[in-house]
């Protein structure tokens, strides 16, 4: 589930809470409507958090030529930023 799966159940217990107006003998339509928004915005928050905390790879090549030798010289780092 993403962030749109999230925002996707949320609306869908809005409609449920606030929207229906049906009345079922066996089942509150109003309270599945506020536990799929609960949900919903546990999915989204969570979502978010993993996105924000994915690490970024940085890859930096530099090519040159050294000057005491006169040789091609390639540098490569690969380095993790995290947040």
Known sequence: MGI????????????????ITVQLAWIDLRIVGYILMGAGLIVFVLSLIFTLRRRRTTTTTRTGIDPSTGARVEERSTGADEL
């Open 4 to 19: 749109g799966s999230g925002i996707f159940v949320f609306v869908v217990g809005a409609i449920l809470a606030f929207a």
